[in-house]
């Protein structure tokens, strides 16, 4: 079964400072990857996804993440901090269960943007 | 030109009450979901109905039950609400024939007192 972990629970960063948030997958077959974000009190919104074409995917609102099959890991980046990114990220995979298209989410990691 | 909605967004509740939750999306998907987030932010997934048939159901309890009247909705029924139903409910949909992205209302937070 697929399974996601995202490494850091809480992360807190200043703004205009880098952001990586980091997410790591298990599975003997190349997912497709997604990042999605939560602002408080919100649905969740796309951020990005990794579909087997380049492994260095850009998303919206400045956000990158970069697949690396040899190390099962879809980090998310961002190379300046703004406060409006505070919010909570998920990272997802596909394969977790009867069907590969069924999602599986990452625990999630709460960024925070320290004036 | 709201892509996926839910009703109501809140829903305050006493125990062994039966409720609904409704969700309508007009992105012309054919595969609609639904998940849990607990008070941790997991988000864990009940129900997934195709062209308004069942074709996931993991291990929610019959308390629950889905019902997709056509390919734009799927409503979430509960009964007999106990404490641990409280949580935020949310609706999804995905094109089974595009790629696999899905896309979630804004949540529905049941609380259950």
């Known amino acids: 079964a697929q399974s996601v972990t995202q490494l850091d629970s809480h992360v807190s960063v200043s703004e205009g400072t880098p952001v990586l948030l980091r997410c790591n997958y298990s599975s003997s077959y190349s997912p497709s990857l997604f990042w999605y974000v939560q602002h408080p009190n919100k649905g969740l919104q796309l951020l990005l996804k990794y579909t087997s074409a380049a492994t260095l995917v850009k998303g919206i609102n400045g956000f990158e993440a970069e697949f690396k099959k040899s190390e099962t890991s879809f980090h998310l980046t961002k190379p300046s901090a703004h406060m409006s990114d505070a919010a909570e990220y998920f990272c997802?995979?596909?394969?977790?269960?009867?069907?590969?298209?069924?999602?599986?989410f990452g625990k999630g990691t709460k960024l925070s943007v320290i004036p | 030109d709201t892509a996926v909605s839910q009703t109501p967004k809140y829903l305050v509740t006493q125990m062994g009450n039966d409720k609904s939750i409704k969700c309508e999306q007009n992105l012309g998907h054919d595969t609609m979901y639904w998940y849990k987030q607990d008070s941790k932010k997991f988000l864990k997934i009940m129900f997934s109905?195709?062209?308004?048939?069942?074709?996931i159901n993991e291990t929610v309890p019959n308390r629950f039950s889905p019902k997709s009247p056509d390919k734009a909705h799927l409503n979430l029924h509960i009964n007999s609400l106990e404490l641990g139903d409280s949580a935020v409910y949310f609706c999804a949909s995905r094109l089974a024939a595009s790629s696999y992205e899905q896309y979630f209302g804004p949540g529905t937070r049941l609380t259950v007192t």
């Open positions: 109905y195709n062209n308004k048939e069942l074709i």
């Open positions: 997802v995979a596909t394969g977790g269960g009867a069907g590969s298209y069924q999602l599986t």
